[in-house]
């Protein structure tokens, strides 16, 4: 599990291309059979990927939480935007297909991944907060993720949003997670931008065609920077920084927050002709 640190507005005006990507993007999700998991010292927010490949994997304690097992006091959220697999929580297996998401609270002590074809491997993004109360686990399979469809193909950002973990949907103590999927001929997304001073969030971009990519911006209205990611990367986006993209072809990405509530609408827009 690597580790990143937290960096300051003033930091990040400062960086370079190397530096952004070195500390808010994750370049390496999904490997076979590996658990890959950031730990972004964001609100202490650890995030990554799992691809189960002909064989079983485990997710595994670490050392720095100083905890017995690695929900301890933790909770997890997962979203598999790979092909059809099985998770194991304590004992009780849920089959996992594409764009399922799976909520795991405080208290649950062994889990497993696994892929149904080794040939289409099930890809896990997993995001985890800390967590004071245990919720119950809970599957919400995509269909039941009450499909939002937003934006317009004249602003070139005609897009569905599934939410999954929030207020209204799966119980958690501080995490929220949905999807969004844009239509063909779109490619913007959460534009006009915001930014929420109560919440860290990260964006991971998937279903991004081979050969393309999505521009990312970040930093604060006034001082954007821009990262280029391609498919299964993810952003680390600070509470103070703006959020947005725009693809060269039309993609899809799962975002997931945690902080200090749980409100979906809390966001601070900003108008297109502030940004800098």
């Known amino acids: 599990m690597q580790s990143r640190y937290e960096s300051s507005p ?3 005006a400062g960086m370079n291309t190397e530096s952004l990507r070195a500390n808010f ?13 950031t730990y972004t010292h964001y609100d202490r927010v650890i995030t990554g990927g799992v691809m189960p490949v002909g064989e079983t994997v485990s997710l595994p304690n670490y050392d720095a939480l100083k905890s017995e097992y690695f929900l301890e006091r933790r909770e997890l959220g997962i979203i598999n935007v790979g092909g059809d697999g099985k998770i194991t929580a304590d004992g009780e297996a849920f089959l996992i297909n594409k764009l399922d998401c799976l909520y ?3 208290g649950v002590q062994t889990v497993s991944f696994e892929s149904i074809d080794a040939n289409n491997p099930a890809q896990y993004f997993l995001i985890s907060s800390p967590a004071h109360q245990a919720y119950p686990t809970r599957l919400m399979k995509k269909e039941e993720a009450s499909p939002v469809n937003l934006g317009s193909n004249l602003t070139s950002n005609e897009r569905t949003i599934y939410k999954y973990i ?3 949907g799966i119980r958690s103590c501080q995490l929220v997670m949905g999807l969004t ?4 001929g779109s490619v913007w997304n959460t534009m006009p931008a915001h930014t929420h001073d109560r919440r860290m969030e990260v964006y991971c971009y998937f279903d991004v065609p081979q050969n393309q ?3 990312h911006l970040m930093g604060q209205p006034q001082e954007t920077r821009h990262l280029f990611v391609s498919n299964h990367q993810a952003i680390i986006s600070p509470p103070w920084s703006i959020h947005s ?3 060269t072809a039309n993609y899809s990405f799962i ?10 609408t809390d966001m601070d827009f900003v108008e297109i002709p502030s940004l800098r």
């Open 104 to 106: 795991l609270g405080k």
């Open 10 to 12: 003033k930091e990040v």
């Open 245 to 247: 993209g725009c693809g």
């Open 255 to 264: 975002w997931a927050m945690a902080g200090e509530n749980q409100l979906f």
């Open 181 to 184: 999927v844009l239509a063909n």
């Open 25 to 37: 993007l994750i370049e390496k999700l999904f490997e076979a059979n590996q658990v890959s998991l």
């Open 166 to 168: 929030h207020l209204d």
């Open 213 to 215: 990519a999505v521009l």
